[in-house]
C-alpha cells in the first residue's frame, strides 16, 4: 500500500495562511451585519468575538470565547476567513473553535486569561493561531509554542496608537540589534530574550521573524494603520476603531485603503476626508496598571 | 524583460523573491501608470474579494483587461487563479475579475483553512519530480473551455482528479502556491513564456 503524501495542518500551511493575509485589514466584529460590513469594505478576514475591546474596558467582568451561535453566524454571513478569540492558556476554548472550523485562532490577552503560567500548545492543533507580542522575546515564546503568526498588541479598545508603535519599535530594534551581533553572542542573547537560541539565530540571520507579523491595538484611523505599515507591519488588526466609529462602513473602506497605499501620502488625505467621529478614545497613560491588557501574557 | 506583481494585498514578497530567483528583477504594480511599464504581471495569493476590491477603485481592472486581451502574459497563484476565471462559483455577487481564462473556478473549494493541505502535484511541461504544491483555502478548476490547456490534478485523497493548473496562451494560473515552497519551476516555467511571447512580437 503507498503511503499518502497529502499531509493537513502543517507549519508551512499555517505560516502560509498568514502570508496570504499580507497587506490586508482584519476586522473586529460581533454581529454577521458587522462582519458583512467588513467584507464589503476589503477586509481580508473578520475576528468574531462576543464583545469589542473598548466596551470589555467599560463593562468590565471576565471576558470568554464567544457563544458557537454567533461565529456559526458569521462563518455563514462571509466568504472571506474567520477568526476568533480564545483566553490565555484554555486550551477547550481552543479547540472548541477549531471544531467550529474557524480558520484562525487568536489566543488573546482581549479576553481574561485563564492560565497565568502557560500558554496554550498551538503545535497540537490543526487551526493555525495568531499571538500577541509586546517585544520579541515574547513573539519567540509563541513561535516557541506554535503560534504562526504574530501581532504586536499595542493596547486594545483605546484608540491610542502609542503602545501599538512602541511594540512594533521594539520588536524591530530588538531585530536589527541581533542581526549585528557577532555569532558567539548570540547565546547571551537567547538567554536574556528567554526564548530558544536556534529560533533566535534564525531570525538573526533572516532579520525578520519566521512568521508574519501584524500590528494591533489602538489603531482608529486611516493614518494610523498607514504608520503602523510604514513602521514595518505587514498588516493591520483594527478593532474597536471602526464600529465605535460614527461611519463604520466609510472607515472600515478607508483603512483598507489606506493599508495598501500607505507609502502614498496623497491617498491617505484622500480616503481621510469626511470620515465622521473617529472613536472616542482613551488615553494608555490614564487606564490603572491592571486595567492594561498589553500586560497579559507572559 | 520586466514583470510585475499585482501589489494590491497578498504575498507580493514572495513572488518577487522567486522571480528574482529565477533571474527576473520584477516589481511591485499598484497603479495604471506602474502597469504601463511592465511586459508581464504576476498576481499573488490572498484575498481575491480585497483584491477586487481594490483593483475597482484604484482603476486596475479595465487596464488589466485590455492588456491581457492585447497578449500580456499573466501567471496567477490561488487568489490570482480566481482573478483570472471567466466564471467565479462561490465568490461575492459584485466580485469582479480579469477574466482571460476560460473556466470556471469555485472559491474555497476543498474547505476551509483546516483543509488546507499540502501534497504532490504532476505538472505537464514542469520537467522533474512532483511538484510539492501547498494549498491554502484554494480554488479549483470546475470546467474548462476548449482553448484551455489542463496542466496539473490532485493526486490522492479525496479531491483526487481536480484541476489545479491550466495554460490558455499566455494565461498561466495553478491553484497552489510555488512561491511559498522555494521551488522556482513554475516561476522559470512563466519567465520562458514570457521571454517567448517576446520573441514572438
Known amino acids: 500500500m503507498s503511503e499518502s503524501r497529502t499531509s493537513t495542518g502543517t507549519a508551512r500551511v499555517k505560516r502560509g495562511m498568514a502570508e496570504m493575509l499580507k497587506g490586508g485589514v482584519i476586522m473586529d466584529v460581533v454581529t454577521p451585519e458587522q462582519a458583512k460590513i467588513a467584507e464589503d469594505a476589503g477586509a481580508v478576514a473578520v475576528m468574531a468575538l462576543e464583545r469589542v475591546p473598548a466596551?470589555?474596558?467599560?463593562?468590565?467582568?471576565?471576558?470568554?470565547?464567544?457563544?458557537?451561535?454567533?461565529?456559526?453566524?458569521?462563518?455563514?454571513?462571509?466568504?472571506?476567513?474567520?477568526?476568533?478569540?480564545?483566553?490565555?492558556?484554555?486550551?477547550?476554548?481552543?479547540?472548541?473553535?477549531?471544531?467550529?472550523?474557524?480558520?484562525?485562532?487568536?489566543?488573546?490577552?482581549?479576553?481574561?486569561?485563564?492560565?497565568?503560567?502557560?500558554?496554550?500548545?498551538?503545535?497540537?492543533?490543526?487551526?493555525?493561531?495568531?499571538?500577541?507580542?509586546?517585544?520579541?522575546?515574547?513573539?519567540?515564546?509563541?513561535?516557541?509554542?506554535?503560534?504562526?503568526?504574530?501581532?504586536?498588541?499595542?493596547?486594545a479598545g483605546t484608540g491610542d496608537v502609542s503602545n501599538a508603535t512602541t511594540h512594533m519599535r521594539t520588536i524591530r530594534g530588538e531585530i536589527r540589534r541581533l542581526s549585528s551581533l557577532p555569532e558567539d553572542e548570540l547565546f547571551v542573547a537567547a538567554k536574556e530574550l528567554q526564548a530558544?537560541?536556534?529560533?533566535?539565530?534564525?531570525?538573526?540571520?533572516?532579520?525578520?521573524?519566521?512568521?508574519?507579523?501584524?500590528?494591533?491595538?489602538?489603531?482608529?484611523?486611516?493614518?494610523?494603520?498607514?504608520?503602523?505599515?510604514?513602521?514595518?507591519?505587514?498588516?493591520?488588526?483594527?478593532?474597536?476603531?471602526i464600529f465605535k466609529s460614527g461611519n463604520p462602513a466609510q472607515r472600515a473602506a478607508a483603512i483598507v485603503k489606506a493599508v495598501t497605499f500607505h507609502d502614498d501620502p496623497d491617498v491617505i488625505a484622500k480616503v481621510s476626508r469626511g470620515l465622521g467621529e473617529a472613536m472616542v478614545g482613551i488615553n494608555v497613560d490614564e487606564i490603572p496598571q491592571p486595567h492594561r491588557l498589553a500586560e497579559r501574557g507572559w | 524583460m520586466n514583470i510585475g506583481v499585482l501589489a494590491l494585498q497578498g504575498d507580493v514578497r514572495e513572488h518577487l523573491a522567486a522571480l528574482a530567483g529565477s533571474d527576473v528583477l520584477a516589481r511591485p504594480v499598484r497603479r495604471p501608470s506602474e502597469l504601463d511599464d511592465v511586459d508581464a504581471l504576476v498576481i499573488p495569493g490572498g484575498e481575491s474579494t480585497t483584491m477586487s476590491?481594490?483593483?475597482?477603485?484604484?482603476?486596475?481592472?479595465?487596464?488589466?483587461?485590455?492588456?491581457?486581451?492585447?497578449?500580456?502574459?499573466?501567471?496567477?497563484?490561488?487568489?490570482?487563479?480566481?482573478?483570472?476565471?471567466?466564471?467565479?462559483?462561490?465568490?461575492?455577487?459584485?466580485?469582479?475579475?480579469?477574466a482571460g481564462i476560460d473556466m470556471t473556478v469555485r472559491r474555497n473549494a476543498f474547505g476551509r483553512q483546516i483543509d488546507s493541505f499540502e501534497a504532490p502535484v504532476r505538472i505537464e511541461d514542469v520537467e522533474g519530480d512532483d511538484f510539492h504544491a501547498v494549498f491554502i483555502r484554494a480554488p479549483?478548476?470546475?470546467?474548462?473551455?476548449?482553448?484551455?490547456?489542463?496542466?496539473?490534478?490532485?493526486?490522492?485523497?479525496?479531491?483526487?482528479?481536480?484541476?489545479?493548473?491550466?495554460?490558455?496562451?499566455?494565461l498561466l494560473a495553478t491553484a497552489f502556491h510555488p512561491e511559498l515552497t522555494g521551488d522556482l519551476r513554475v516561476h522559470r516555467y512563466f519567465v520562458e513564456l514570457v521571454r517567448q511571447a517576446q520573441d514572438a512580437r
Not at chain 2, 78 to 97: F, N, Y
Open chain 1, 196 to 241: 530558544p537560541y536556534d529560533l533566535v539565530k534564525e531570525v538573526a540571520e533572516a532579520g525578520k521573524l519566521p512568521v508574519v507579523m501584524f500590528t494591533a491595538g489602538g489603531i482608529a484611523t486611516p493614518a494610523d494603520a498607514a504608520m503602523m505599515m510604514q513602521l514595518g507591519a505587514e498588516g493591520v488588526f483594527v478593532g474597536s476603531g
Open chain 2, 140 to 170: 479549483w478548476v470546475e470546467h474548462t473551455g476548449p482553448g484551455v490547456r489542463v496542466l496539473g490534478r490532485v493526486t490522492e485523497g479525496p479531491a483526487a482528479g481536480r484541476i489545479v493548473a491550466v495554460r490558455q496562451g499566455n
Open chain 1, 55 to 155: 466596551d470589555i474596558r467599560a463593562q468590565g467582568g471576565v471576558s470568554r470565547m464567544s457563544d458557537p451561535d454567533m461565529i456559526d453566524g458569521i462563518i455563514a454571513t462571509v466568504s472571506i476567513p474567520v477568526m476568533a478569540k480564545a483566553r490565555i492558556g484554555h486550551f477547550v476554548e481552543a479547540q472548541v473553535l477549531q471544531s467550529l472550523g474557524v480558520d484562525y485562532i487568536d489566543e488573546s490577552e482581549v479576553l481574561t486569561p485563564a492560565d497565568y503560567a502557560n500558554h496554550i500548545d498551538k503545535w497540537a492543533f490543526t487551526a493555525p493561531f495568531v499571538c500577541g507580542a509586546t517585544n520579541l522575546g515574547e513573539a519567540l515564546r509563541r513561535i516557541t509554542e506554535g503560534a504562526a503568526m504574530i501581532r504586536s498588541k499595542g493596547e
Open chain 2, 53 to 98: 476590491n481594490l483593483a475597482i477603485t484604484f482603476g486596475l481592472l479595465d487596464p488589466i483587461r485590455k492588456r491581457i486581451a492585447d497578449g500580456m502574459p499573466v501567471y496567477g497563484s490561488c487568489a490570482g487563479m480566481i482573478m483570472l476565471a471567466t466564471t467565479v462559483l462561490d465568490g461575492r455577487p459584485d466580485q469582479e475579475s480579469f
